[in-house]
């Protein structure tokens, strides 16, 4: 069965450390990768896509094909990144699956 | 403003009273999808649509219905509410079925079923 896992639900970084959330997919074929993010009492929204290979807010994500990852990164966590961060994986019929979420909890 | 809209936000129901959740988007956007969130368990999907009067199943579709008979609305019928669908219910739309594009998100609708 298609899965995306990410095996933290809470992660707690003090301000100007690293923050890494870890995600992992089990898919066939070639599926495409993202990461959304909800900020409190907000909609979920884009944080970035593999594709576009942009940095956005400081994050960046490297797909790793032989370890089917996609682990969001971040070398100096800052208060505002504090969000729920989700993994997700759309697969070759445009199916979008999600994971199970990381809480990042960012302590000054 | 390019938004998805969701109503109502917040709700507290009993069990066996149908409601309906509205969706509506303003993007022309051809795939739109319904998502509950728990915590734990993420966003699982409930129901997709492809397009007008295109719809299918996603990951937990028992207890629900849905309809698309324009392309800018999504509606998510609760038929007989039970407790165990109390939750944060997410719509989303994307330009098209098969693009991997970005997935727009509503605001969310916040149920409980009593």
């Known amino acids: 069965a298609q899965r995306v896992t990410q095996p933290e639900k809470l992660l707690s970084v003090f301000k100007g450390a690293p923050v890494e959330l870890k995600c992992n997919y089990s898919y066939s074929g070639s599926p495409e990768l993202f990461w959304y993010v909800q900020y409190s009492r907000q909609r979920l929204q884009l944080l970035l896509r593999h594709i576009s290979r942009e940095s956005i807010k400081g994050f960046t994500a490297d797909l790793n094909k032989g370890e089917t990852s996609f682990h969001l990164k971040k070398p100096f966590a800052q208060e505002e990144d504090s969000a729920m961060y989700y993994c997700a994986v759309t697969d070759s019929w445009g199916k979008l699956q999600f994971g199970a979420g990381t809480q990042v909890v960012v302590t000054p | 403003e390019a938004q998805v809209t969701q109503n109502p936000r917040y709700l507290i129901t009993v069990t066996g009273k149908k409601l309906t959740v509205t969706c509506s988007q303003n993007m022309n956007h051809e795939y739109m999808s319904w998502y509950r969130q728990d915590p734990g368990l993420g966003l699982r999907q409930i129901y997709y649509?492809?397009?007008?009067?295109?719809?299918d199943k996603g990951d937990v579709p028992e207890g629900y219905k849905v309809s698309r008979k324009e392309k800018r609305n999504f509606p998510l019928i609760l038929e007989s509410p039970s407790p165990n669908q109390t939750s944060l219910y997410f719509c989303?739309?994307?330009?098209?079925?098969?693009?991997?594009?970005?997935?727009?998100f509503g605001e969310g609708s916040r149920l409980t079923v009593l």
């Open positions: 649509s492809m397009n007008v009067e295109v719809t």
């Open positions: 989303a739309s994307r330009w098209d079925s098969l693009n991997t594009g970005e997935l727009f």
